[in-house]
């Protein structure tokens, strides 16, 4: 697609239930980022993949959260047994190697908890 | 560890007028590259300036420029004749640009400034 496509837009879920965050990148971006902006605040780093590898994962909070990449394309951010302390809205990033650019933002997932 | 400052939380503008905004950051890596990005009210985050630690002029973009002062840290954005669509939020980035950590263009973030600019 020509842009980062992230679904859904918004995701309501009751606490202590498991959530899917889609992230769809530019095609042919072979680095892809997640990041978390809670209300207020900057963007903080969750994880990078380069193709289906995820060399940096430091940024997770907790065990809670894992994500996967296939086919070097779309990424799955999943979150279990959700807390209040998640709602925040979760952006994801594409970009083509080092690009002085930056990266390519989607629009973003915005997740409350409940 | 890479830290970035931003020290103004909220700005007002009248329309038409020039405004700064303020970033500094703090590293231990000798190449590093600075990034500005804009968020409207729409989430989206919008690339506007990028500056390389060693490029020797100032970047501009347009109605963009980033005032870049390596010995003391900073890498202001100026956005000359303001206009009514440049009301958001302002973020200033960094990123570690050693070829040892090549293929990894992790950002770190500043908290941001909200600027609104006024008819």
């Known amino acids: 697609g020509a842009g980062v496509s992230q679904s859904p837009s918004n995701k309501v879920t009751e606490k202590g239930k498991d959530v899917e965050l889609r992230c769809d990148p530019i095609?042919?971006?072979?680095?892809l980022y997640w990041y978390r902006q809670s209300l207020g605040q900057g963007l903080e780093f969750l994880i990078y993949?380069?193709?289906?590898?995820?060399?940096?994962k430091s940024g997770l909070p907790s065990d809670r959260f894992s994500a996967e990449r296939t086919g070097g394309s779309v990424s799955t951010l999943t979150i279990q047994r959700t807390q209040q302390e998640d709602s925040a809205v979760y952006l994801c990033a594409s970009s083509y190697l080092a690009a002085n650019y930056g990266y390519t933002f989607g629009s973003g997932t915005r997740l409350t908890v409940v | 560890a890479q830290k970035i400052t931003q020290t103004q939380p909220g700005m007002f503008v009248q329309e038409k007028e020039a405004v700064t905004l303020d970033c500094t950051y703090d590293t231990s890596d000798p190449s590093y590259g600075l990034f500005w990005y804009k968020q409207p009210s729409s989430g989206e985050m919008i690339f506007l300036i990028y500056?390389?630690?060693?490029?020797?002029q100032n970047a501009t973009e347009g109605r963009y420029s980033l005032n870049f002062q390596k010995a003391r840290k900073s890498a202001n954005l100026v956005i000359s004749a303001s206009q009514l669509g440049d009301s958001a939020m302002y973020f200033c980035?960094?990123?570690?640009?050693?070829?040892?950590?090549?293929?990894?263009?992790?950002?770190?973030f500043g908290t941001g400034t909200r600027l609104t600019i006024i008819p």
């Open positions: 500056q390389g630690s060693y490029d020797q």
């Open positions: 993949f380069q193709g289906n590898s995820a060399p940096d």
């Open positions: 980035a960094m990123r570690d640009e050693l070829i040892s950590n090549f293929g990894n263009e992790k950002l770190t």
């Open positions: 095609s042919g971006h072979t680095a």
